[in-house]
């Protein structure tokens, strides 16, 4: 299997920290925008995109801070892959943006980033924050 390629997105968005961290870290803040629907249990997260169900571990979860999940697949494959949302706010001017960790294969870098472009569009759209 070919090795994947770890990337990192930078997208400013207008939301308190606070605000954020509820969309990306609950399963009904996450079916708002990254996928038709969320259920967890526990650690365990189910992703419902048409009918199609991931599952992922929460690795991590700090508060108004990130969030970092492994899909099942890649952990029972024994890879470290993992997607890291995080919470950025400038020190100076306040600004806040989310910062993307993903990994992908080499071939499709520009497709996964596309998806992400579109997938935090869509929160954007949710938080009113274009």
């Known amino acids: 299997m070919d090795d994947k390629i770890k990337y990192e997105l930078e997208f400013p968005i207008h939301a308190s920290p606070q605000l954020l961290f509820q969309y990306i870290s609950t399963p009904s803040g996450l079916s708002e925008w990254y996928a038709d629907n969320v259920n967890s249990r526990g650690e365990l ?50 600004d806040v943006s989310l910062m993307i960790t993903d990994f992908t294969e ?18 954007k759209q949710v938080l009113g924050s274009t």
């Open 45 to 94: 997260f189910t992703f419902i995109w048409d009918g199609s169900e991931e599952q992922a571990k929460l690795l991590l979860k700090k508060s108004a801070e990130r969030v970092k999940f492994r899909w099942l697949e890649d952990e029972e494959n024994g890879n470290t892959y993992y997607f890291e949302i995080r919470i950025q706010v400038d020190e100076i001017t306040k």
């Open 106 to 123: 080499e071939d499709e870098i520009e497709e996964s980033k596309m998806l992400w472009e579109n997938m935090i569009g869509s929160l």
